[in-house]
């Protein structure tokens, strides 16, 4: 199983960008998907998550209303829309996957089983 994000790079405060995780090996339209960033020296956090259906979300207080998740499960794929970045979004971009089905996106590390490479966001002031 990989999972394979994209999209990243250098915007400027106020721009936008939009991340996409392309899962290969297994489908995920039962599955939980969601997003966590890492910024240099902090540990990992949670940004948003996604359901299987993609009719349930899950958002960081931090980037409620600036970002929006979704999924398309034809393409096994979950996007990240990012606007109105600002430059504490700088960091590296993970997505994961959680193995059981049917599990609300939350926003622990150790529920996801399935980890992608990464993708660096950098946001300049």
């Known amino acids: 199983v990989q999972l394979q994000a994209s999209g990243g790079g250098l915007v400027q405060a106020g721009g936008s960008l939009r991340l996409s995780c392309a899962a290969s090996g297994r489908t995920f339209s039962r599955n939980a998907m969601a997003w966590f960033r890492q910024a240099p020296g902090k540990d990992r956090e949670f940004v948003a998550g996604?359901?299987?259906?993609?009719?349930?979300?899950s958002y960081a207080d931090s980037v409620k209303g600036r970002f929006t998740i979704s999924r398309d499960n034809a393409k096994n794929t979950v996007f990240l829309q990012m606007n109105t970045l600002k430059p504490e979004d700088t960091g590296v971009y993970f997505c994961?996957?959680?193995?059981?089905?049917?599990?609300?996106?939350?926003?622990?590390?150790?529920?996801?089983?399935?980890w992608g490479q990464g993708t660096l966001v950098t946001v300049s002031s």
């Open positions: 994961a996957g959680d193995r059981a089905p049917l599990q609300f996106p939350g926003p622990n590390t150790g529920a996801y089983d399935y």
């Open positions: 996604i359901n299987g259906s993609g009719l349930r979300t």
